[in-house]
């Protein structure tokens, strides 16, 4: 069964600083890896998709990679702001979509 | 497009009653998946649909938990009897094709399940 680890649970870090969000599974037979952000009392929203034949995806401050053969993924967002603040899920998709736990992102401004 | 919709947002129900759920995929996508999100267990898969057909329900945790899609465009998780434990926030997503594997998920916004 596909095991999905994100580290770390929480972090917290001040305005403008990078957040390095990490991502790690235990089957590397993926078929793509999905970024989502989930904000309190409300839905996923997909931030970035990677298919497995890719090495990166970015979206403006937005960067994702994937190792594949290390089953690792790693999200970082650039100069970080406030409104960042969430909890970011890491999704692998092989026979059914199996998230992680979650990193909360606390910005302070 | 409006995305994948919900229904109720909230719902708030007494033990022993029946509590159904609602969700109308993103038109166009054959793929449909139910979770559930508790503190303590994440996001859980309880049963998906291709082309309108259950293929997995091996996640329903219980015989209480029953899913139809009697088309493309709509689909229904029920419970009954609830129970206090089945209190969670309930997901409906939907995606292009599970066999392509080149398409992501859409999420819908939930609906907040409260057993009391």
């Known amino acids: 069964k596909q095991e999905v680890t994100q580290i770390p649970a929480a972090l917290s870090v001040p305005e403008g600083e990078n957040l390095v969000l990490n991502c790690s599974f235990t089957?590397?037979?993926?078929?793509?890896l999905q970024w989502f952000r989930q904000d309190p009392g409300k839905g996923l929203t997909s931030l970035l998709l990677?298919?497995?034949?890719?090495r990166e995806q970015t979206s403006g401050r937005l960067n994702a990679s994937l190792d594949k053969s290390s089953g690792r993924s790693t999200l970082y967002i650039a100069a970080s702001q406030p409104g960042d603040s969430a909890t970011y899920l890491c999704?692998?998709?092989?026979?059914?979509?199996?998230f992680g736990a979650g990193t909360t992102v606390t910005v302070r401004a | 497009d409006a995305g994948v919709i919900q229904s109720p947002r909230h719902e708030v129900t007494e033990m022993g009653q029946e509590v159904t759920l609602r969700c109308k995929p993103i038109?166009?996508?054959?793929?449909l998946f139910w979770y559930r999100q508790t503190m303590m267990r994440g996001l859980e898969l309880l049963i998906y649909?291709?082309?309108?057909?259950?293929?997995?329900d091996s996640g329903m945790p219980e015989d209480r938990f029953s899913a139809k899609m009697p088309n493309a465009s709509f689909s229904t998780l029920k419970i009954q009897p609830s129970e206090p434990r089945d209190s969670a926030v309930y997901f409906c997503?939907?995606?292009?094709?599970?066999?392509?594997?080149?398409?992501?998920?859409?999420f819908g916004s939930g609906t907040r399940l409260t057993v009391v």
């Open positions: 997503a939907s995606s292009t094709s599970r066999v392509l594997s080149n398409y992501g998920y859409t």
């Open positions: 089957d590397s037979a993926i078929y793509n």
């Open positions: 990677i298919q497995s034949s890719q």
């Open positions: 999704a692998v998709r092989a026979r059914e979509l199996s």
């Open positions: 038109s166009g996508h054959n793929s």
């Open positions: 649909f291709n082309n309108n057909v259950p293929i997995d």
